[in-house]
């Protein structure tokens, strides 16, 4: 199975920082990467296909990029209800994995 | 509008089994799969498996063969996640998520349930 890891596991920022989160997948996995955001007690939310592609309705402050093994979600200009666990997942596979998530927490 | 609604909190004594349904409504449930996923308290993402709601092919993570089942039933567009011997460790959230295999388009979970607390304790 393909492994997924994420870093840093936690950070802490203020309202109105860039904030980047690392992904990384065990294998080559092109771009079949996606990044959910979950809020307390809330189902996750779809924010990124294909590694880059916003879903819609999504924020323009968020963007990914990456390939192969090497992924990036940025948030650009960090907003209070954006504070929130980042997961990503390959889906290279259909034995779909996830990360571990990045919590962002407020400074 | 798409949702997926479903059952309820359960429950359940160590050794017992679970069932957690989850409609679907606002597409064609024959056009997607549905993929389950949990949460255990404090604790990441966990990937379960998947049921095609065309053909009801299931994949199973292999943590969980054996030990799971997935169904459907087309006629009312409900998903079905059974899990049995339960452990205490199975106590999580577990969550279903539709996406759309074998088709040109890459694969995601667009909308996702609203979650069924499962407890396993005796």
């Known amino acids: 199975d393909i492994q997924m890891t994420q870093s840093p596991s936690s950070l802490s920022a203020s309202v109105g920082d860039r904030v980047t989160i690392t992904c990384r997948a065990s294998?080559?996995?092109?771009?079949?990467l996606n990044w959910y955001q979950q809020k307390p007690g809330k189902a996750p939310k779809l924010l990124i296909y294909?590694?880059?592609t916003l879903q819609s309705g999504v924020s323009s402050r968020f963007s990914g990029s990456g390939s192969g093994t090497d992924f990036t979600l940025t948030v650009s200009g960090l907003q209070p209800e954006d504070f929130a666990i980042y997961y990503c997942?390959?889906?290279?596979?259909?034995?779909?994995?996830f990360g571990p998530g990045t919590k962002v927490e407020i400074k | 509008q798409v949702q997926l609604v479903q059952s309820g909190a359960e429950v359940k004594k160590p050794g017992a089994s679970v069932k957690v349904s989850c409609k679907a409504s606002?597409?064609?449930?024959?056009?997607?799969?549905i993929s389950w996923v949990r949460q255990a308290p404090g604790q990441g993402l966990e990937w379960m498996g998947w049921?095609?709601?065309?053909?009801?092919?299931?994949n199973y993570a292999q943590k969980f063969q054996g030990r799971v089942t997935m169904t459907t039933d087309t006629s009312t567009s409900t998903a079905y996640m059974e899990l049995r011997n339960l452990r205490s460790d199975d106590t999580a959230v577990y969550y279903c998520a539709r996406w759309r295999p074998f088709s040109t388009s890459p694969y995601y979970f667009d909308y996702w349930g609203q979650g069924t607390l499962v407890t396993v304790s005796s």
């Open positions: 049921i095609s709601g065309y053909n009801g092919n299931t």
């Open positions: 997942q390959q889906s290279y596979t259909v034995t779909f994995t």
């Open positions: 294909s590694a880059s």
């Open positions: 294998q080559s996995i092109s771009s079949s």
């Open positions: 606002g597409y064609t449930f024959t056009s997607y799969a």
